[in-house]
């Protein structure tokens, strides 16, 4: 049986193991000659995108195969209730559960423009105009990329 300890040493192994990618193991930035005192800061960086990349990829990988063993239901198709906590699966290692919360208004631009027209004589020019007038952009998406590489190298 598992006990307490056992689940915090398995989490502590785990976030350890994680942690120290890029500081041991061999993955250690190799002590070069460095003109920049912020090396070790784009190294560190550079292995977090790494990390982050091959954690999504994990990621994506046991979602689906929790799918597949019924661990995990297609919320999209038989979606929960909001303000819902169900617990999905459970053993003496690990709880898998889902909580809905309050879901979000959309907007279907399409029906708002036919609604307006039929009710109210609203031309598509005059909903395109009034459209333009109340939007306003979003601030551009940024992603800040490294890689491990020589300058000579370029990742794709």
Known sequence: MTTTFSHA???NAIENAVRNIGTTNGTRRPELPI???RAHIAYKFAVA?????????LYETATKEALEAGVLFDHK???MKS???KVLYQDEVVTVT???STPHDLLNRVKLRELLHERFGVTG???????KDSTSPSAAPHEFNASISSPEEKEM
């Open 9 to 11: 040493r398995i989490r």
């Open 35 to 37: 003109n920049d005192n």
């Open 49 to 57: 995108r790494m990390v982050r990349r091959i954690a999504g990829a």
């Open 77 to 79: 198709k038989q979606p």
């Open 83 to 85: 303000g819902q906590i």
């Open 98 to 100: 889902c909580t809905t």
């Open 125 to 131: 020019a005059e909903f395109d105009k009034l459209m």
